[in-house]
């Protein structure tokens, strides 16, 4: 059986979001570096309320955004099922998971802390 194109491309575009999710991930490199920046500049210290309000907001968006892509994961799965089996026309089951409400809201709850915490980066507030 041959996989309906649009469906596998987009099948396969979301094999790229765990990767792009877990280079972001709490304990990686860019939180380690603002530490090692808070801690080697004499202008900033790790207990500065900017460096505390970015560690935490990363932490809750990355936690988001693992919850909401835990929510859609359904999709994914019903996506490659309608790809082995050559459909690819609207499917109802897989329009009601991707429009789930718990998933939107995690979503947009996870872009907006991360939009918080690039402000927070940038105006660094209290220092």
Do not use: C
């Not at 059986?1 to 304990?27: D, Q, R």
């Not at 936690?63 to 609207?90: C, M, T, V």
């Not at 897989?94 to 402000?119: C, E, G, N, P, Y």
């Amino acid at each position: 059986m041959t996989k309906s194109p649009l469906i596998a491309a987009l099948v396969g575009l979301t094999l790229l979001l765990p990767a792009a999710h877990g280079a972001s991930a709490p304990g990686k490199k860019p939180e380690i570096f603002g530490v090692w920046l808070a801690i080697s500049l004499e202008a900033y210290q790790v207990w500065d309320l900017w460096v505390i309000l970015a560690l935490v907001g990363w932490a809750a968006a990355t936690e988001l955004g693992r919850r909401s892509g835990n929510a859609i994961g359904a999709a994914f799965g019903r996506a490659e099922q309608l790809a082995a089996e050559g459909k690819d026309g609207p499917d109802a089951e897989l329009a009601a998971t991707v429009r789930s409400s718990q998933a939107q809201t995690l979503h947009w709850a996870s872009t907006a802390i991360t939009l918080l915490v690039l402000v927070d980066m940038i105006w660094k507030p209290g220092a």
